[in-house]
């Protein structure tokens, strides 16, 4: 947006913005979503091409808007504001079971990605001694600071209780790595108000093209499951946990993770 000033102007005033071009026009709408603006909509004509209105082109806008509103209140958790477990669900069934994601590499074998399970240390206890409602505003500000310390074009879930998913788009498990500890830095350092620290444990795994959701999920969720018996408070990644025969089984926690 720093490189589009019309993009932003149409943002922060909340109005169709206007531009002349050499033999036309270009019209910035904002859609709105909840009050807010969460997309424009640009509309370019030369003079020779029949003009639509500005009411009419207001009413797609707003059309789109209302579908992406009830999208997003059908696969966003309301407490968060995060994907829930519906879009999880939806998300493993189309890019794992689909071509799409394959094509990407022309081999259709490297790792597309990353996938990660994280889970909020001993959240039972800050419910029993806090309170319900406390334990919400970590969740909330848990989430908050996930948004901000992860790229825009990763996904982000809560799928649920105190229990999180982030997928690293086009990301190697050395960088995930990277990120994913940095995050758990960023949460142990972190000021929860009432509470000395909140820790978060996280297990990932690579993503491969064709790899069933299931088979997904228990890899990471051995590395999560590994962290939570030798400390917690740390980050460790299935692949590197099998090279080093570290594995145990996590057949009761995976229980937890069914999807289908």
Same mark, same amino acid.
Request: charged share 25%; hydrophobic share 35%; glycine share 8%.
């Given at each position: 947006?720093?490189?589009?000033?019309?993009?932003?102007?149409?943002?922060?005033?909340?109005?169709?913005?206007?531009?002349?071009?050499?033999?036309?026009?270009?019209?910035?709408?904002?859609?709105?979503?909840?009050?807010?603006?969460?997309?424009?909509?640009? @509309?370019?004509?030369?003079?020779? !091409?029949?003009?639509?209105?500005?009411?009419?082109?207001?009413?797609?806008?707003?059309? @789109?808007?209302?579908?992406?509103?009830?999208?997003?209140?059908?696969?966003?958790?309301?407490?968060?504001?995060?994907?829930? &477990?519906?879009? #999880?669900?939806?998300?493993?069934?189309?890019?794992?079971?689909?071509?799409?994601? +394959?094509?990407?590499?022309?081999?259709?074998?490297?790792?597309?990605?990353?996938? +990660?399970?994280? %889970?909020?240390?001993?959240?039972?206890?800050?419910?029993?001694?806090?309170?319900?409602?406390?334990?919400?505003?970590?969740?909330?500000?848990?989430?908050?600071?996930?948004?901000?310390?992860?790229?825009?074009?990763?996904?982000?879930?809560?799928?649920?209780?105190? !229990?999180?998913?982030?997928?690293?788009?086009? *990301?190697?498990?050395? *960088?995930?790595? *990277?990120?994913?500890? &940095?995050?758990?830095?960023?949460?142990?350092?972190?000021?929860?108000?009432?509470?000395?620290?909140?820790?978060?444990?996280?297990?990932?795994? !690579?993503? $491969?093209?064709?790899?069933?959701?299931?088979?997904?999920?228990? &890899?990471? %969720?051995? +590395? #999560?499951? $590994?962290?939570?018996?030798?400390?917690?408070?740390?980050?460790?990644?299935?692949?590197?946990?099998?090279?080093?025969?570290?594995?145990?089984?996590?057949?009761?926690?995976? !229980?937890?993770?069914?999807?289908?």
């Amino acid at each position: 947006l720093e490189s589009h000033s019309t993009l932003q102007e149409c943002i922060e005033s909340q109005q169709m913005i206007s531009i002349n071009l050499k033999n036309g026009q270009r019209k910035i709408f904002p859609i709105f979503e909840q009050g807010n603006v969460s997309g424009l909509l640009i @509309y370019e004509y030369v003079q020779t !091409e029949l003009i639509q209105s500005d009411e009419i082109i207001q009413a797609i806008a707003m059309v @789109y808007g209302n579908h992406q509103s009830l999208l997003n209140h059908h696969q966003r958790d309301g407490l968060t504001g995060l994907y829930n &477990r519906v879009a #999880l669900q939806n998300w493993l069934s189309k890019a794992l079971n689909s071509d799409g994601i +394959a094509d990407r590499r022309a081999d259709g074998e490297g790792s597309v990605g990353c996938f +990660a399970l994280l %889970d909020i240390d001993f959240f039972k206890r800050i419910n029993d001694t806090q309170g319900h409602l406390y334990g919400d505003e970590v969740l909330h500000v848990f989430a908050e600071l996930m948004r901000e310390s992860f790229r825009f074009n990763d996904q982000l879930f809560r799928y649920g209780g105190e !229990e999180f998913v982030a997928v690293l788009s086009e *990301t190697d498990l050395d *960088t995930a790595l *990277t990120v994913l500890e &940095r995050f758990r830095t960023t949460i142990s350092q972190h000021n929860f108000a009432q509470l000395n620290q909140v820790t978060v444990t996280i297990g990932v795994s !690579e993503i $491969y093209p064709r790899l069933q959701p299931g088979k997904l999920i228990e &890899r990471a %969720d051995k +590395a #999560l499951y $590994y962290g939570k018996n030798h400390g917690r408070n740390q980050v460790n990644a299935y692949e590197w946990l099998e090279q080093g025969d570290l594995m145990t089984s996590s057949d009761d926690r995976l !229980e937890n993770f069914k999807l289908f």
